[in-house]
């Protein structure tokens, strides 16, 4: 099977997948969750709900849309940048994830000295998902693989390529950049927590041409994150 060539492409379809998947957050956030809150729905269980076919649907049909509008030539799992990591590879995965990991926990205490909340807001003052509430698991083992290789294909696997064509070297500075524009209605917490995230995700996945590598840090940082949200720890 033949794929595409991002080529020199203008990189309008990039922001407007960005920002308008930031706008479509911001709708879910503002309005979609506090909609179902209202009918008794928990938040986070509204957001897990109305995130994927809402926020993800779109733009991984944007997404494809932009990679059709390529050139041919090469194939599918070069183009995506899927090969199958190197041990180099996995290494510089591991110590983004270690980076990522430790520059989390340190913004964390920054918001708790600035008096900031690190959550979003479907996630604040949220309750250990345990007894009644155990269903929510389930919900996020569905939530959880189309949020992360949703975005991945589409930040680091489409869009990043198309910016590396047209910026070369500093191509990972505008997907982080955008990326946290996406995240913006998250809140200013969120957005100083996510920081080692937004850095590193993209760099990393640039320098070692590996969408998978992004996917390990996105996955392994939010993974954990979300056992502690559940069990109650943070």
């Not at 930031?22 to 209202?38: E, F, I, K, N, S």
């Not at 389930?138 to 975005?151: K, V």
């Amino acid at each position: 099977m033949r794929a595409h060539r991002p080529g020199s492409p203008s990189l309008l379809p990039d922001f407007a997948v960005f920002l308008g998947g930031g706008c479509l957050v911001a709708a879910v956030v503002g309005w979609g969750v506090p909609a179902l809150t209202v009918k008794d729905v928990d938040p986070l269980a509204a957001w897990m709900l109305l995130a994927p076919p809402l926020i993800f649907a779109p733009i991984l049909a944007f997404g494809w849309r932009m990679l059709r509008s390529e050139e041919d030539g090469g194939s599918w799992i070069e183009r995506l940048r899927l090969q199958r990591p190197s041990a180099a590879d996995w290494r510089w995965g591991l110590l983004g994830l270690l980076g990522i990991a430790a520059g989390s926990a340190a913004m964390f205490h920054l918001c708790f000295l600035l008096g900031m909340d690190p959550d979003p807001p479907f996630a604040r003052n949220v309750q250990p998902l345990l007894g009644p509430r155990l269903w929510m698991l389930g919900l996020w083992a569905i939530y959880w693989p189309i949020n992360i290789l949703g975005e991945e294909l589409v930040w680091r696997g489409i869009s990043l390529p198309r910016m590396q064509a047209r910026l070369g070297g500093s191509a990972w500075a505008l997907n982080a950049a955008l990326w946290g524009a996406f995240h913006t209605a998250f809140g200013p917490g969120n957005l100083l927590v996510l920081l080692p995230s937004l850095v590193l995700v993209p760099c990393i996945a640039q320098r070692r041409r590996s969408t998978w590598l992004a996917v390990l840090m996105h996955a392994g940082i939010s993974g954990p994150g979300f056992a502690a949200l559940a069990l109650g720890i943070v």
